[in-house]
């Protein structure tokens, strides 16, 4: 799906930050109940025979046992219903009030449970889904019963994922959120302009609810899930095939290889990423989002000042200052001031984590314009001990890593803040993916505070930590790899949660972004594509590389370290499992870095493909042992050759690894991605409770 597992990377981080975001593979699906057909309706009869015949008995005794869960939630996402069934909490099999939530970033936002009762709303609902036809319903036509089901299909791939906060708040509180609420909404509507959508959901007949789905949840016409995304019959429309997207003229967009127009363009504006691009006669011109976008963008800067007048200004000072500077940036376009203030926000002087910008490339063709986004959510205050333990140690880190590199790369005196840990509460406009999540990303991506080194990474801790999640990624590993290399596979979020940090600690060492070699950057010496895979490898693989420099320094037991270098493979099957490129032929960064990863451990004899062995679930045959103990010096050789490459500019050994490994490699990429791909990935959804 377009995102990925653990991490989708944004890539470009400047000496300090890097990067990225990382995407969560998901985690499988949830339940054992294969989505199915609703059961049938077992609905009460009218009239049981034994009843007194006084009673007021026509009307049927409405029950909400008739569905199982997993089923439930996933017709409710093929009929584009915001009702989402959290837990049987009871175990009762029945739906009761407390276990329902209303959905946002729907086109409606019913009421399900009141004052303890399910409402008529939800009786509505649930009535809809019990008699959802087992099949998607015939069109017109066949190839419109083909779209259809293919619709299905699409939504089938992602099993909705709850990312749900209940928050006790003050009076002045609640009025802060529900301000983020609208500035949400109106971040989702400028995204969508610049991504050429606006207009376009209200074509997609109410009829066709499956359609509307698929497009409100990827943001896209197309498909984007494993089985789906190559199908060009795939559409949320039929008949529209690619939308061009609004920050190019759509002219230009006919030719796919317009992106070399705007690279090679000798008006470097064009390539800014706070601009779009509009044809004047024959001429290309740069204009400003707050040009192109000033409605939108000055409806959001008078949210953003409404939200900061309802926060205690002592408490939240820093993040008042924040959002005024925002709203500011809204209305001018400068957003160099805007970063400071948000780089002088931290898990100490704020309890919230917010960030409402334009910032990440990845979402449009050329990778160059930054796409709109909200991350609204609370610190985590559980993992200021990770922060703690690791300060200390970062300039070791990069003297380490500067030592792998070697000449003419030197240390830089680093010092990056690690990760602050976040817990979701709403991502909107680039932040909300159609399936997986992103759940690590340093900022800024440009000026000073990502050039200087203060910039923030974060890690978001709340989000595939449910039980369903945990289970489904523990059904895909055992599903690939032998039972023995598997024993300290791990259901707690700490092996992944290291992963992550070292990952985005990693972005701020070594040579980053802005380092330069022979006067050129790494996407000048590299090409983007290219420069972006080995910025990611160099994270991923310090992910590694620094687990045994943690065991090393007794920050880390040899078995929290094993239990990481398990995740982090486990991680690499999920993102190889997607394909190594969009089926517009870009490459994939994780998935590449993923089997660069495995392919280079596979060399080094610390995984091994084993045709005889069988896989830990049992049935499999044909299963990856991991060698964990030749993991440190196979790693320390894979860091050695990625640094090297980074620090000498050197683009031919950075071809030569993605040769070797993702196009000429020999691991067996269609068996994972059969194994892999059973279970459908997490597709979140959201619900906020205020207290
Ligand atoms: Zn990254």
């Given at each position: 799906?377009?995102h990925?597992?653990h ?9 300090t930050?890097a990067?990225g975001k990382?995407?969560e ?11 199915g057909p ?8 009218d009239?049981?025979?034994d009843?007194?015949?006084?009673k ?8 909400f ?5 997993a089923?439930f939630?996933l017709?409710a996402?093929?009929?584009?219903l ?5 837990a ?18 729907y086109d ?7 004052d303890?009762v ?8 649930y009535e809809?889904?019990?008699k959802?036809?087992p099949?998607p319903?015939a069109g017109?036509?066949e ?8 619709m299905?299909?699409?939504?089938d791939?992602?099993r ?6 209940r928050l ?10 529900e ?22 959901y209200?074509?997609?007949?109410e ?5 509307r789905r698929?497009?409100a ?6 498909c984007e899930?494993p089985?789906t ?6 559409r949320?429309i039929p008949?529209?095939?690619k939308?061009p997207?609004?920050v ?6 006919k030719?796919?290889a317009?992106c070399?127009?705007?690279e090679?363009?000798?008006?470097a504006k ?6 779009v691009v509009?044809a ?13 976008y000033?409605?939108?963008m ?9 939200a900061?007048?309802e ?5 939240e ?5 924040y959002l005024q500077?925002?709203a500011?940036?809204f209305?001018?376009?400068k957003?160099?001031?805007?970063d ?6 931290n898990?100490?002087?704020?309890k ?6 334009p910032d ?5 063709p050329?990778?160059?314009k930054a ?14 001990v ?9 300039q ?7 030592r792998?590199?070697?000449?003419p ?5 680093v ?14 406009g680039?932040d909300?993916d159609?399936?997986?999540g ?5 900022l800024p991506?440009?000026?000073p505070v ?7 990474t974060?890690?978001?801790a709340n989000?595939?930590?449910d039980?369903d999640?945990?289970a489904?990624?523990?059904?895909q ?5 032998s039972?023995e ?22 972005h ?12 050129k950057?790494?996407d000048?010496?590299?090409?983007g ?11 991923q693989?310090?992910a ?5 420099f943690l065991?090393k ?8 370290a094993?239990?990481?270098?398990v995740?982090?493979i486990?991680?690499?099957?999920g993102?190889?499992s997607r394909g190594?490129?969009?089926?517009t032929?870009s490459?994939k960064p ?5 089997a660069?990863?495995v392919?280079f451990?596979?060399?080094e004899?610390?995984i091994?493909?084993k045709a ?5 679930n049992?049935?499999?045959?044909g299963?990856f ?6 993991f440190?010096a ?8 990625s640094?090297?490459i980074?620090a000498?500019g050197d ?5 030569a690894?993605?040769?070797?490994y ?7 990429f269609?068996?994972?991605?059969e194994?892999?791909?059973r279970h459908?990935k997490a597709s ?8």
């Amino acid at each position: 799906m377009s995102h990925w597992k653990h991490w989708m990377l944004a890539g470009l981080l400047a000496t300090t930050a890097a990067c990225g975001k990382k995407k969560e593979d998901a985690p499988a699906p949830g339940t054992a109940v294969p989505p199915g057909p609703a059961t049938p309706g077992a609905m009460t009869p009218d009239k049981p025979a034994d009843k007194p015949a006084d009673k007021p008995a026509d009307k049927p005794v409405v029950t909400f046992d008739r569905v199982e869960r997993a089923t439930f939630n996933l017709t409710a996402a093929r009929l584009n219903l915001p009702v989402f069934w959290v837990a049987d909490a009871n175990g009762n099999k029945t739906v009761d009030p407390a276990e329902v939530v209303t959905l946002l970033f729907y086109d409606a936002a019913p009421v399900y449970s009141e004052d303890g009762v399910l409402t008529q709303a939800f009786t509505d609902a649930y009535e809809a889904i019990v008699k959802a036809a087992p099949a998607p319903p015939a069109g017109k036509d066949e190839a419109e019963t083909t779209r259809v089901k293919l619709m299905w299909e699409e939504l089938d791939q992602g099993r909705p994922t709850l990312v749900h906060n209940r928050l006790k708040l003050s009076e002045g509180e609640k009025k802060f959120v529900e301000h983020m609420q609208k500035v949400a909404g109106l971040i989702d509507k400028l995204y969508e302009r610049q991504k050429g959508l606006t207009g376009l959901y209200a074509k997609i007949p109410e009829t066709d609810p499956a359609s509307r789905r698929v497009f409100a949840r990827n943001r896209s016409v197309a498909c984007e899930c494993p089985k789906t995304e190559k199908n060009p019959a795939c559409r949320a429309i039929p008949g529209v095939d690619k939308v061009p997207v609004d920050v190019y003229p759509a002219e230009l967009q006919k030719d796919d290889a317009f992106c070399a127009v705007i690279e090679k363009h000798k008006d470097a504006k064009l390539r800014e990423p706070f601009t779009v691009v509009r044809a004047d006669g024959d001429k290309l011109r740069a204009v400003p989002y707050t040009e192109a976008y000033a409605e939108e963008m000055t409806a959001i800067a008078a949210e953003l000042k409404a939200a900061a007048a309802e926060l205690d200004p002592k408490e939240e000072a820093a993040l008042v200052a924040y959002l005024q500077a925002a709203a500011a940036g809204f209305a001018d376009n400068k957003w160099e001031p805007v970063d400071e203030k948000w780089a002088a926000m931290n898990g100490r002087n704020s309890k919230w984590y917010v960030r409402v910008a334009p910032d990440e490339t990845y979402w449009e063709p050329c990778n160059l314009k930054a796409g709109f986004h909200l991350t609204f959510s609370r610190i985590n205050p559980v993992f200021a001990v990770w922060q703690d333990k690791l300060n200390p140690v970062r300039q070791d880190m990069e003297n380490e890593l500067a030592r792998l590199a070697g000449a003419p790369y030197k240390a830089r005196t680093v010092n990056f803040a690690m990760p602050d840990f976040i817990d979701i509460i709403l991502n909107a406009g680039d932040d909300r993916d159609g399936t997986g999540g992103t759940i690590g990303q340093s900022l800024p991506n440009w000026g000073p505070v990502a050039n200087e080194g203060r910039g923030r990474t974060i890690v978001m801790a709340n989000l595939y930590t449910d039980p369903d999640s945990l289970a489904i990624r523990r059904a895909q590993a055992q599903s690939l790899f032998s039972a023995e290399s598997l024993t300290t596979l791990s259901d707690k979020s700490l092996p992944g949660m290291l992963g992550t940090i070292l990952h985005e600690a990693t972005h701020n060492l070594g040579p980053s972004h802005e380092y330069k070699v022979n006067g050129k950057k790494d996407d000048e010496a590299f090409g983007g594509a290219l420069a972006t895979i080995l910025e990611e490898l160099k994270a991923q693989t310090g992910a590694l590389f620094f687990l045994d420099f943690l065991v090393k320094k007794n920050l880390l037991t040899a078995e929290e370290a094993r239990a990481a270098y398990v995740d982090a493979i486990v991680w690499s099957m999920g993102h190889i499992s997607r394909g190594m490129y969009t089926d517009t032929k870009s490459p994939k960064p994780y998935s590449q870095l993923a089997a660069i990863h495995v392919g280079f451990l596979m060399d080094e004899g610390a995984i091994e493909w084993k045709a005889d062995a069988k896989a830990a679930n049992g049935t499999d045959a044909g299963a990856f042992v991991l060698h964990l103990e030749k993991f440190p010096a196979a790693v320390e050789k894979l860091m050695t050759v990625s640094a090297q490459i980074k620090a000498k500019g050197d683009r031919a050994g950075g071809e030569a690894l993605v040769k070797k490994y993702v196009d000429e490699g020999k691991i067996p990429f269609a068996l994972i991605a059969e194994r892999w791909l059973r279970h459908p990935k997490a597709s979140f959804v959201y619900a906020l409770d205020l207290e």
